[in-house]
């Protein structure tokens, strides 16, 4: 089989780079140590071996169809979520009284990793395991009961069911609505579009999060609740009956085909029935927990899914001639080199393996934090709570972005061959287009970053980042070789912090559509510095290995390896900081004008 | 039906920007005038219209077959090659004699990017055209009645038959052999892979200009020939007969679906005949006349697309409402805005625009400098090979790269319904990711250009490129508004120059692989500042005309919308050169090396 994750890469990170065994010290996390780590970690690995990996193409292949109002999804779809549950993978994070694990996220992140990067289309679980943490965070214990368990164990389906026709980005539109009824329940009615995995037949039910407007209340989003709606109900008797949720259509998609999209009518019949999940109102608020999860879930399908093309390019790379090295062009009696010795190719290779496990080691870090939310308190978890809700939309769009340009210059390692169907790149080409998109756009998350996490409580949170980096800065700055990569990281601090300086007064204004209007560019070279930091601080895992370990062999290869990518994302990414800091500072005005004559 | 390209802004870059009448003063082309070119374009663009546009999805939804050796194309392709066939328009290049319209090339241009923007699936009479002249150029008289006037008329297919499976970018790797035989023909043997329209049923016969070895040839590029060999030979009697050119294999693809690319296998039963073009061993040299016009052709193609998801994204956010202005984010009773107003959109669907513009504007420039190669002699001529000869690599890649960028924004513009199969997006996306590989990679490209082109005849080829781009910094600076991106475009012409010096020395001391180890990104820079070179003449041509006929409505709307993107193209795209150079200048070597352990 081939490779899709490096195992030792985890390892290096989950342990020399972030530390995971320093969050069994905590009472919430005791049980754990690095064999239960390891466990989990083998137990998804044999999972995605065996379950997933090989049906990669053939998920592909044989699409979810919609017929007669029934969704059938490929039959390994179902073997899958048995195994999942089963082995206890969906509620791995959940406490131990309901049914759980109490791993930490940081775990459950590698866990995600490994499956996507086996096989990205069955991506099926986050949202089940993110429907069920809603549930138990602001459900009645009778919601509790009726719902976690069967979604913990994979009969059940979660999902997230915001969207609907006329409101994609802007929650605030939504019309679904929810009139009380006497039994306590609601009524509800309207259409959700682009629901993942909205209805299959590898489970029994399928229970939707959705956000709906109870009857008269206030516009916008403050008027927005959050409901449990199952396809089917409970009845008194404890049997499940048709709960008036329609699939009126499914989304035929370039990619991720695994999982259906669909198009869902409720309360067509004036028979569909939500149970409302904590107060009326605060829906939005709710499901922002759910979807802080998903953003930093997508952020790992994104990175998955180009970890998987780097080593399908790179197997390829190693065992494909053609043509002789630069300075051998003439030799013509001499064999054909294999093609990871032309430059041009390696550098596509090591920009792929700069963004994966540049990407990887931001994902883990979000991951890490959201763990220390939930086991610290006081001041302590308020800056890590806002560290985290900061590296948030960078951790979506990093990955999702450089996700896709990674695995487009994979299909590229490949030439001919990466276009055409006997390779998996042209699969992962259009699987990873939809990270970008999901849970919020580029556009959304980087107004996210800039408009809202750069400047709430006077602008703490970026306060908190600085600090952290100035850590790695002096661990750095301790090796002589990482100095010079310590330097170029606190130059590009003093440039992010000028350019946000110099778009900050427009905020202070008021004229949000001038502060925003390159927002998507600030993300990017936001972006760019935030993995420079986690590149140094895995460079100094890495020469503090080297140093003190004194490895040999293939254990001095990897560490060698990661200084190299490290060296590499300096020289050949950080540089782009230059172009986009000078656009941002820019004061010319380009997109925002009434008119439309500019587009003619 | 939805626009796919603008022929208001064909007719500007063709008559106020590239001045396209003026070749009408030479007798070659004396026979043409403004009303003649204009007749051609309606005619491609009648065609577009009503044969290809509508089967853009069909085409692809349908995609060739190989069954019993036979190759099954969509009932459509036939009715294109017929249409174009009657109407003159595959040999319009052709010199009157052999039965063309000696129209210049740069009309041509269009005629494919029209063509090209309705529906890249139909890649056939590019291919056909480029074997004709082929043909034309060097072949015999009884090659030439023979075959040009069926590959003119649509009914026979041309194509390029060069790579095989283990040679790609390493042409002097082929091993196809051919055996003098005592007809004066050759026995062909060998195989090739990837040959774009190899087989079909929607022509009478199939031309392969082939790339062979003749027994004893020299090794490498100088022991190889050019060959015609049909998919069915003539006899004697007039008739046709198999030829033993056997399609083994199709391959299905990530995109372009609509025309077959092939696996050939000559000479299965020793019966495969091939007849030389021109001298033996000088076959390399006669196919670059077919590959370079490939080259501009696919960088056209990638234009085109472009162009088609220009509009379609275009469209969409000018009737796609989606939240409201940030600045009026509170007024939760107005209607929401169409996504065109946030500027976000705006700078995706702008950066679109400038790619499609500048990309079409450099195509076109490449286009005339080949008419003039025609048409001009002694120095002048020679000046103009020169010019031409190092802007191919550059008109191949822009386009095609940035092309892949500027439609994976489009379908970013539609959100999660880019990523359906309900928009034509999705297949722009995959259509368009083959350019950068089709004749040539981008590495190759930039191989070219910096082994090369930077450097035959002592530098003279980027002399004459910097005095072209000279005389338009000189026409600019008359003009108030345009002189600060004259000297934008001063600054860059000398960063590029100064990056050129200090990579020089390297290819002087014959460290090849150091040169070139980053030529793709000397690419990426290079495309840049010669693309604000075409943004630049288009803002001139722009300028002088809102200046000197003072136009009004739509009119001059058209030309503020060309400042406008202009300067778009000077502010976000431009400052990507600082990085790049950055990078080029910078002396630390990360891509070669002998040992893979970088890249574990």
Redesign the interface.
Known sequence: MAQYF?R?NLDFLLYEVHHATELTKYPYFEAHDRETFGMVLDSATQIADTIMYPHYRDVDRNQPELKEGKVTVHPQIKAFLRAVGEGGLIGAGFPFEQGGQQLPELIGSCVSFIMMAANNGMMYIGLTSGAANLIASFGSSVLIDTYVANLLNGTWQGTMAL?EP?????L??ITTSAEPRADGSYSIKGQK??ISAGDHDAVDNVVHLMLARIKGAP??TKGISLFVVPKYRLTDEGTLEQNDVTSTGI?????QRGTP?MHLTMGENDDCRGWLLGEPNRGLNYMFQMMNEARIGVGMTGAAIASAAYYAS?EYA?ER???????E??L??SP?TMI????????M??FQ?AVVEGSLSLLMESARLSDLVRVTEGEEKENNELLLELLTPVAKTFPTEMG?RSV?EG??VL??Y?????FAL?QM??DI??T??YEG???IQ??DLLGRKMTIKGGKAPQLLFAEINKTLAAATTYETLKPYADKLSRELRRLHEVTQSLLPFAAE????R??????LYMELFGIVTVAWQWLKQGVAAQNALLTRNPAG?EA??Y??KL??M??YF??EV??????A??LQ?T?V?????D?????
Chains 1, 2 share one sequence.
């Open positions: 490096s030792r969207t006329q409101a994609g980005s802007s605030s539109d579009v682009f516009k916008g989304y035929h998609k370039l990619g999209a790179l190693k001639p053609q043509s002789r090295r630069l300075n062009k003439n013509l009696d054909q990871i010795h032309h430059p041009d190719v390696k550098r290779l090591l393996k896709v487009s299909l590229q030439g001919g990466g276009f055409t169907e006997d042209e080409y259009r287009r939809i970008p998109i756009t580029t556009g980087a107004q008021g004229d949000y559509e502060y925003l209007m390159d927002a998507t293939e290869a990897f060698e390896s190299h990518t060296k590499f020289h050949y540089p782009k900081t230059l172009g986009l000078t656009r820019d010319e380009l997109t925002i004008a009434n439309q004559t500019v587009l003619l």
